[in-house]
């Protein structure tokens, strides 16, 4: 009973510090170089999908479930394995694989930014 | 000689201003003749918004001077968006012709350095120039959209949304109003600043060139002036620009205010100021215009200074190059 | 002043303008990163936790719902206006989660809505999270042929 709590409560310290530490680490990234939001989001990404190619990304999703797949570096994770698990079906799943595992997060981005869009209109700032 | 005067001494007869919520708080609120409760003033977009102040302020200078419509004989007039469409939209609602310039921020001084020499040469009687800008607008145009989760970085400046102008008329001999006796239009220049959001170092070596020529020419040393107003520098820009006019023997110590560093009240997340074509528009003609109405300034050197960069041009990894004009505003005593 | 000469000029202008740059204050910085992200991930955490012991959601349907989960509340508060606050704060902490990548999607949706729903909201809305798309899917593919002739 109370190993399964303190197993919750041990994941959710492991997803906050692994979460935590690719945001910083982007923080140091952004101080010591020029790099904006824009940039900082396709290098994460990259890293991701480079880490998970070779085989890697995979041991820190495990390690910090949500610590790992939250950042931006998971969605990279998610293509490439979507990618790789495709390959094992051959060429069509090679190509396809990387976009149809990340379909859910660009339906959700594209729909939800849509209804927002449809919602609220850009307030101007005061500071 | 890159210095004109206007010997037959246009003479700036009435402004009109008017400024959006937050300059309202600051030391112009209480010399602008309309302050804004909602910068949407009414409209659907920011653009509407911008144009329609930039509308209010031609014609409350128009009706401060109690002129109507019809005595106006040109109106010249720019701002910071794609095409100048605030000026030309704004100049849709006037039944007088329009001419437009752009000269980024420094459009206030270009608007009326050429409006007083339309009136010296003769050619036209009464002339409106004016120029706005708006936050929001801006902000879009130039950099992310507004709900877009970025950091401000430090040596960035808030866009000033408001809008003001003049109205130049030749008056003859009469003595009452304070007159443009002299203008030097600026080269531009260009240091090699590429930080899109380090405006006040570009744009000082402009300024310092502009001023430095405009004293050259006349004669006069900073001193011989009450005051020198530069456009939208903000306190890192004014810092350099008497770095350097200092390097080169001139010290404007004494008696320089910028309008970027004085727009606010306090310098939170506006780090260092004011910008924007409606910075210089609001605090000179609204602040700097009443003491000279007042005599407490009798000599005022005004400099508006301006980044000529565009997104793309910047995107291109060019670096921004700058201009200033400089208007001299007097009493005649 | 040309050639030689006023690119040794610039070049002592940079220098002297870079001389005001404020110390970046590294260490703040750092930790409200490392705060906000792992606050963000933690929600994330939260959520896989609800769905997985709540409605008994396992894999892909898992991971996936919790993204779209997340990405919705990035959305949302994009729209109220409070993300680019967060964001304002936390730097990184709040761009490099998936939620950064909702806001970067919606934002520029809500701000370009006024030039139309075609050429405005829809054909904006990835100025931002665009490249992230086409680089995503570039670098994926790429990995999926390297597995594919290995």
């Known amino acids: 009973m109370w190993g399964e709590y303190l197993e919750i409560i041990w994941g959710f310290v492991k997803a906050f510090a692994v979460g935590g530490s690719i945001c ?29 190619g070779l085989g890697l990304y995979r041991y820190l999703v495990e390690f910090a479930g949500a610590g790992a797949t939250v950042p931006i570096s998971g969605f990279g994770y998610l293509l490439a394995n979507g990618a790789i698990k495709g390959a094992e079906k051959g060429f069509f799943g090679a190509f396809t694989g990387a976009l149809s595992a990340a379909s859910a997060g660009i339906s959700a981005a594209v729909i939800f930014s849509f209804l927002m869009a449809m919602f609220f209109k850009s307030k101007s700032k005061k500071n | 000689m890159q210095t004109i005067f206007f010997n037959n001494k246009p003479k700036i007869v009435a402004t009109g201003t008017i400024a959006g919520p937050k300059e309202s708080a600051g030391v112009v609120g209480r010399y602008v003749d309309k302050t804004l409760t909602d910068d949407m003033y009414g409209e659907t977009t920011y653009e509407k918004a911008e144009c329609k102040m930039l509308s209010y302020a031609i014609a409350q200078a128009i009706q401060n001077a109690g002129l109507t419509e019809q005595d106006v004989d040109l109106l010249i007039s720019g701002d910071l968006l794609n095409q100048i469409i605030s000026a030309s939209f704004a100049a849709r609602d006037f039944d007088f012709p329009f001419l437009g310039v752009y000269g980024a921020c420094s459009t206030m001084a270009e608007s009326m350095a050429v409006g007083a020499a339309f009136v010296n040469a003769g ?3 009464k002339v409106v120039a004016a120029t706005g800008s708006h936050f929001s607008s801006a902000e879009r145009q130039y950099r992310y959209p507004l709900e877009l989760g970025t950091t401000r970085p430090p040596q960035s400046q808030w866009t000033v949304t408001g809008a003001g102008g003049v109205l130049i008329a ?71 620009l008497k770095d350097l006019t200092w390097e080169k023997g001139v010290d404007i110590q004494p008696n320089h205010v910028d309008c970027g560093e004085i727009v606010y009240n306090v310098i939170e997340d506006e780090f260092q100021g004011g910008s924007g074509a409606g910075c210089s528009a609001l605090v000179f003609n609204a602040y700097i ?45 | 002043m040309t050639g030689k000469n ?31 992200g792992g606050f963000i991930c933690c929600i994330g955490q939260f959520i896989r936790i609800v769905y997985e012991k709540v409605f008994g959601l396992y894999g892909d349907e898992l991971a996936g719902l919790v993204s779209v989960t997340l990405i919705f509340l990035g959305t949302l508060l994009t729209g109220l206006g409070v993300y680019d606050r967060i964001g304002r704060y936390a730097g990184a902490g709040s761009i490099v989660p998936i939620t950064g990548f909702a806001n970067s999607v919606c934002s520029p949706a809500i701000e370009f809505k006024t030039e139309g729903l075609v050429y405005g909201l829809a ?12 680089y995503g899917v570039l670098a994926g593919t790429a990995v999926g042929l390297i597995y594919l002739f290995l």
């Open chain 3, 6 to 36: 006023r690119e040794n000029y610039n070049k002592n202008y940079i220098a002297y303008v870079n001389s005001f740059d404020p110390p970046t204050q590294h260490f703040k910085n750092c930790f409200r990163a490392f705060l906000v």
């Open chain 2, 289 to 333: 215009m009443d003491k000279i109405k007042k005599r407490e300034l009798n000599r005022v050197l005004f400099v508006a200074t301006g980044a000529l960069l565009s997104t793309v041009s910047s995107g291109q990894g060019e670096s921004i190059p700058c201009i200033a004009h400089a208007v001299v505003i007097e009493n005649e005593v």
């Open chain 2, 123 to 125: 050619y036209h009687k």
């Open chain 2, 170 to 240: 030749d008056m003859g001999a009469s003595n009452g109003y304070p007159a443009i006796t002299a203008a030097t239009f600026g080269r531009v220049v260009d240091y090699g600043i590429t930080d899109v959001n380090n405006m006040g170092a570009a744009m000082a070596p402009a300024c310092m060139d502009v001023l430095l020529n405009h004293l050259r020419d006349t004669g006069r040393k900073a001193r011989d002036y009450d005051l020198i107003v530069t456009g939208d520098l903000g306190a890192l820009g004014s810092r350099i």
């Open chain 1, 24 to 52: 910083m680490i982007a923080q140091i990234v952004i101080n010591f170089t020029d790099l904006t939001a824009g940039k900082i989001l396709v290098v994460f990404m990259l890293v991701g999908v480079a880490l998970q």
């Open chain 3, 123 to 134: 054909a904006k809305m990835f100025v931002v999270a665009g490249p992230i798309i086409v």
